[in-house]
Nanobody, 126 residues
């Protein structure tokens, strides 16, 4: 069973930065893509960003575009989410997810992903 472990969350002031990491228990080159999602209290889990392991093409939610950067390091089997210019509305539990194969389901949907981490809390104070 693939395990994904997130780290790097915490408390930061508005305008600050955090970098989240997602370490996989197996070679990430075997995955099609990795995604980051977040879930705030009382809200549904929402798409944040996605990266294809091969080629590295990226996609972002409009709410984080130009502030967040997703990346991966295949040698370390780790994905990252660099978050800059953080806002209070970015407060949520952040989850990384891995998708094993390409499929017709949109990458913005949680159901498109096969494996999930346990989540890491990000809190942005105003």
């Amino acid at each position: 069973q693939v395990q994904l472990v997130e780290s790097g969350g915490g408390l930061v002031q508005t305008g600050g930065s955090l970098r989240l990491s997602c370490a996989a228990s197996e070679r990430t080159s075997s995955f099609y893509a990795m995604g980051w999602f977040r879930q705030a209290p009382g809200k549904e889990r929402e798409f944040v960003a996605r990266i294809r392991w091969s080629g590295g093409s990226t996609s972002y939610a409009d709410s984080v575009k130009a502030r967040f950067t997703i990346s991966r390091d295949n040698a370390k089997n780790t994905g990252y989410l660099q978050m800059n210019s953080l806002k209070p509305e970015d407060t949520a539990v952040y989850y990384c997810a891995a998708r094993r194969q390409y499929g017709s389901m949109s990458y913005t949907l949680p159901a498109a992903y096969d494996y999930w981490g346990q989540g890491t809390q990000v809190t942005v104070s105003s």
